[in-house]
C-alpha cells in the first residue's frame, strides 16, 4: 500500500501563486507515475499534469505555461507549482501515484482563486 499526503493548498487572490506537496509513503517500489488531477464543484475529476519516472511531464490545455509539475525522487514527493492563477482553477486537487497496477489517491486539498 502507498499512502499519499498533500499540502498547500488554500486561498489566493486571482494571478497569484501557491505550490502544491504530495508526499508519498509506504510500500514503494518503483512510482511509476505521479499525477495532480482537480475536481470543481458539479464537474468530473480532471488531469491537471503528470510526471513519469524518466522524467517526462504533460499539462491539460488549461494549464501550459502557468503550472509546473516536479518531483523529487529520493523523497517520493511531487510539488505542482502553480502561477497565474485564475477562478476557475478553483477546486480539490487530489495527488494520484501508480506503482506497477496499482493507482492510490490522496485526500485532496482545496485551493480557492478569488478576490
Known amino acids: 500500500q502507498v499512502q499519499l499526503v498533500e499540502s498547500g493548498g488554500g486561498l489566493v487572490q486571482p494571478g497569484g501563486s501557491l505550490r502544491l506537496s504530495c508526499a508519498a509513503s509506504?510500500?514503494?517500489?518503483?512510482?511509476?507515475?505521479m499525477s495532480w488531477y482537480r475536481q470543481a464543484p458539479g464537474k468530473q475529476r480532471e488531469l491537471v499534469a503528470g510526471?513519469?519516472?524518466?522524467?517526462?511531464?504533460n499539462y491539460a490545455d488549461s494549464v501550459k505555461g502557468r503550472f509546473s509539475i516536479a518531483r523529487d525522487g529520493s523523497r517520493n514527493t511531487v510539488y505542482l507549482q502553480m502561477s497565474g492563477l485564475r477562478p476557475e482553477d478553483t477546486a480539490v486537487y487530489y495527488c494520484?501515484?501508480?506503482?506497477?497496477?496499482?493507482?492510490?489517491w490522496g485526500q485532496g486539498t482545496q485551493v480557492t482563486v478569488s478576490s
Open positions: 494520484n501515484a501508480v506503482q506497477m497496477t496499482n493507482s492510490y
Open positions: 509506504g510500500t514503494i517500489f518503483r512510482l511509476n507515475a
Open positions: 510526471i513519469i519516472a524518466g522524467g517526462s511531464t
